[in-house]
């Protein structure tokens, strides 16, 4: 039996059953669970069409790379979307199952296991990070989001012998939790540091197409290095259609960057065998093409986003994230774990405690005392959920 997977830590949804279990929500209220950040606004037409024009697929075994087809659709995306120039579909794309298997892989494939080495990750983090950078037989490092630095990562912390260890790093942005957008002047500061050091940058954007100002949509890594005139060695990045296209069902998602990286990415994935279905291709080209749902999902999240902050009115410490569909919010008292708790009890609400999605580091845990409250459901129920949050809070 691999040893490694002793190291890994029960997931954050996990540790909150077992925080929940003995507790009766009293009252009648129905419950309204904010907790998981799965996308609940419908799927497009668009696609639901595209999925049954294309059943045929089932009846073939598809290949690694993907169609031709699709991998022109995500890099036309890019185009469009970051005005990213020169991008070949043959060198600089590869269609995934979504990201949370990608980023698994992703380090599978970066870290040498007779090398080691250190992953490093925001902290609080998306678990995955963690258990690919374990598996992969590195240590990972967790770099602190606190309030006081408007929670971006403090970079400056990280010890030089930690960086010259580092082999690969996530970043997230728009983040989860927190929401924060890395801006121009952090890629480059990271970009500086990949290229004194020699390692590799996973940059998550998962998040990327919910936004709040149409004029201003998140930068990406690449956009960023195409910017700054850096080229795209060692630079990887994340993106998917769950969030996007309110399909996380579907399990679509494409990786973008260095050529050097996605060869190599195809070989390993061609023998871990995580080719997407043909029939699901066809819907991925759908959705990529089309932008108009993309901003009608977006609005949507506007809309909910200003609903909801209204109604919490001063219950939370809480403002509105840079983007992303995630509140991340100072509770009172500080305890977020007793929050959450309390506040399933006696209003049937269930949000993430903080402390859960992070870990202890010197200073404390960053994620404690937070809560993230996932805003996916319906307008009126997270309104409801706002409306008595505020009612436990008073
Ligand atoms: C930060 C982050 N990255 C990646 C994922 C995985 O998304 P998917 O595999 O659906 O693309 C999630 C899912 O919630 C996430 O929050």
């Not at 929500?25 to 999925?51: D, K, S, Y």
């Not at 970043?171 to 939790?177: A, D, L, R």
């Not at 305890?335 to 402390?355: I, T």
Request: proline letters at 7%.
């Amino acid at each position: 039996m691999n040893e490694r997977l002793n190291l890994l830590q029960p997931y954050p949804f996990e540790r909150l059953r077992a925080l929940t279990a003995g507790v009766t929500p009293t009252g009648a209220l129905e419950q309204i669970n904010l907790t998981i950040g799965e996308p609940r606004h419908p799927a497009p037409m668009l696609v639901r069409e595209a999925l049954v024009g294309a059943l045929d697929g089932l009846s073939s075994y598809p290949p690694t790379a993907g169609a031709p087809a699709l991998r022109e659709a995500c890099t036309a995306w890019l185009g469009r979307r970051y005005g990213l120039e020169g991008l070949d579909p043959a060198r600089h794309v590869l269609p995934v199952n979504g990201t949370r298997e990608a980023l698994f892989a992703f380090a599978q494939m970066v870290v040498d296991p007779l090398r080691g080495g250190v992953v490093v990750s925001p902290n609080p983090f998306y678990q995955i990070y963690e258990g690919a950078a374990l598996l992969a037989g590195a240590q990972p490092h967790f770099v602190a989001q606190r309030a006081d630095d408007g929670f971006r990562c403090r970079w400056r912390d990280v010890p030089e012998e930690t960086w010259s260890q580092t082999r690969l790093i996530y970043v997230c942005s728009p983040g989860n939790p927190t929401g924060v957008v890395i801006d121009l002047e952090e890629w480059r500061q990271l970009f500086d540091l990949a290229d004194r050091h020699g390692f590799t940058i996973a940059s998550d954007e998962c998040y990327s197409e919910i936004y709040f100002d149409d004029a201003r949509p998140p930068i990406g890594v690449l956009e960023a290095a195409q910017r700054l005139g850096r080229g795209f060695e060692r630079l990887m990045m994340f993106t998917s259609l769950s969030k996007r296209s309110n399909v996380p069902g579907m399990r679509s998602g494409f990786v973008a960057g260095d050529p050097g990286l996605i060869d190599r990415f195809l070989l390993y994935r061609t023998y871990h065998g995580s080719a997407m279905s043909p029939t699901f291709q066809a819907a991925s080209i759908a959705a990529w093409s089309d932008e108009a749902h993309v901003v009608e999902n977006r609005q949507l999240y506007r809309e909910k986003f200003d609903a909801v902050l209204d109604a919490l009115g001063e219950a939370l410490t809480v403002d509105r994230p840079d983007a992303g569909f995630y509140l991340w919010a100072a509770v009172p008292g500080g305890d977020d774990q007793a929050f959450c708790v309390d506040l399933l009890r006696q209003y049937n609400v269930l949000v993430l405690p903080g402390s859960l999605l992070a870990r202890d580091q010197p200073g404390g845990n960053p994620g404690a005392g937070f809560v993230r409250i996932a805003l996916v459901d319906s307008v009126s129920r997270c309104v409801e959920a706002a409306v008595r949050i505020r009612q436990f809070t008073a």
